[in-house]
């Protein structure tokens, strides 16, 4: 059983920035692929980043350049950076893992991510 619990959501201005954690309850971070979600208020889910077992990430087009996602496999955490932050990014944020490889082919398939934690919340004001 894979046990995934994030952190670092806040409420932050325009422009501001911020690190989310995820913490994973895994036998090895890097046998997974790695993802980020997140739920605005009212809006069905979206995919923010993913991260695969080397290094390789994909972004959605509304956070490239300004979100970095990053794993420390020796704490088995995930990161996501995240940089001149707007209203719009204001949302629950989730992270998920999964073994299936296709998952980090895109930022589309959270369908194919088994594992989610339980989400921290992002708000940011203009």
Do not use: H
């Not at 955490?77 to 995240?82: D, G, I, P, V």
Request: hydrophobic share 35%.
């Amino acid at each position: 059983q894979v046990q995934l619990q994030e952190s670092g959501g806040l409420s932050v201005q325009t422009g501001g920035f911020l690190r989310l954690s995820c913490a994973a309850a895994v036998d090895t971070l890097g046998n997974y692929c790695m993802g980020w979600f997140r739920q605005p208020p009212g809006k069905a889910r979206q995919g923010v980043a993913v991260i695969d077992e080397r290094g390789g990430t994909q972004y959605a087009l509304s956070v490239k350049g300004r979100f970095s996602v990053s794993t420390d496999n020796a704490k088995n955490t995930l990161y996501l950076q995240m940089n001149n932050l707007k209203p719009e990014d204001t949302a629950m944020y989730y992270c998920a893992a999964s073994r299936d490889r296709r998952a980090c082919s895109g930022v589309g398939y959270d369908y194919l991510f088994t594992y989610w934690g339980q989400g921290t919340e992002v708000t940011v004001s203009s």
